[in-house]
């Protein structure tokens, strides 16, 4: 979260990409930083996964990622 903010600071559009796992935390983060930054999130869990599960999250995501970062 705080590296999505910053790089918003910065005019670099971003988007978090987290496991679903996180979404209440992303949101109390958000607040407490006072930003809103796009959000992206994927099923969880993410760490006992195989790279060929993780890159097929990845591809699932990544249209979601792209709408997301341009309407941003």
Same mark, same amino acid.
């Given at each position: 979260?705080h ?9 670099i559009p971003g988007?978090?990409?987290a496991?679903?796992?996180?979404v ?5 983060q ?6 809103d930054? &796009?959000?992206v999130?994927v099923p969880?869990?993410?760490q006992?996964?195989?790279?060929a599960?993780i890159?097929a999250? &990845?591809d699932g995501a990544l249209?979601e ?6 309407? &941003?």
């Amino acid at each position: 979260m705080h590296d999505i903010v910053d790089l918003e600071g910065r005019g670099i559009p971003g988007v978090l990409i987290a496991s679903s796992e996180f979404v209440g935390a992303a949101e109390a983060q958000a607040r407490a930083l006072g930003a809103d930054p &796009a959000r992206v999130f994927v099923p969880h869990p993410i760490q006992d996964r195989t790279d060929a599960e993780i890159r097929a999250l &990845a591809d699932g995501a990544l249209e979601e990622v792209l709408q997301t970062l341009t309407r &941003a």
